[in-house]
């Protein structure tokens, strides 16, 4: 099992930009698929990023051309870079890695993925 740690959430204005930041505490960041959900009150966890060992991404379409996720191996770190947020970005925000080396050309669903950190949560006022 892999402990992973998400920091970098916080409250912003609408338009407003974040940086989250995945960590895995005492080990290398997973070089194989990872991905980035988000869980709003009263919705389902949804894939929001994904990247895997070939750094081939995948975005929902709801946030693709605003947030851009990358895997830094120097800095051993996993990054979401969200630009141009919105009220309805509002959620916690989870880091998530597979066991396999590749992603699927599209963003898979959470119960596909094997290790969770326990989220950070983002807030966008309006």
């Known amino acids: 099992q892999v402990q992973l740690v998400e920091s970098g959430g916080g409250s912003v204005q609408t338009g407003g930009s974040l940086t989250l930041t995945c960590t895995s505490p005492?080990?290398?960041?997973?070089?194989?698929?990872m991905a980035w959900f988000r869980q709003a009150p009263g919705k389902e966890r949804e894939t929001v990023a994904q990247?895997?060992?070939?750094?081939?991404?995948a975005y929902s379409n709801s946030v693709g051309g605003r947030f851009t996720v990358a895997k830094d191996r120097f800095r051993n770190i996993l990054t979401l870079q969200m630009n141009s947020l919105k009220p309805e970005d509002t959620a916690i925000y989870y880091c998530?890695?597979?066991?396999?080396?590749?992603?699927?050309?599209?963003?898979?669903?959470?119960?596909?993925?094997?290790?969770w950190g326990p989220g950070t949560q983002v807030t966008v006022g309006s």
């Open positions: 005492g080990n290398a960041i997973p070089t194989g698929c």
């Open positions: 990247t895997d060992s070939d750094r081939s991404q």
């Open positions: 998530a890695a597979g066991r396999e080396a590749y992603c699927s050309g599209v963003p898979r669903p959470a119960s596909t993925y094997d290790d």
